[in-house]
């Protein structure tokens, strides 16, 4: 017997990305260019930040609770119009 490879489900946190002042974090996905607003944190403490078209939460950003993402977790930016 195989094991489904598809149920094994993480279990996802996901908080309002505190963005540092006069920078702006984009999104962690490939080739998206996107302001993340999300911060999703899964079961193992691995964070990522997403774009709303992006994130797996079905709640929108403006009502999670805000967090900011791990210091030691590098990010791509670009200065804050």
């Not at 094994?8 to 990305?17: D, K, Q, S, T």
């Not at 997403?50 to 999670?64: F, G, I, N, P, Q």
Request: hydrophobic share 35%; net charge negative.
């Amino acid at each position: 017997m195989v094991a489904n490879p598809f149920t094994l489900e993480l279990r996802m946190e996901f908080f309002h990305l505190h963005h540092p002042e006069d920078v702006t974090v984009l999104c962690d996905h490939e080739r998206c260019e996107q302001v993340a607003d999300y911060l999703e944190v899964d079961d193992h403490g691995r964070e990522q930040r997403a774009c709303a078209m992006h994130t797996a939460s079905k709640t929108h950003a403006s009502r999670l609770p805000a967090r900011e993402p791990s210091c030691d977790l590098p990010f791509r930016s670009r200065p804050a119009a």
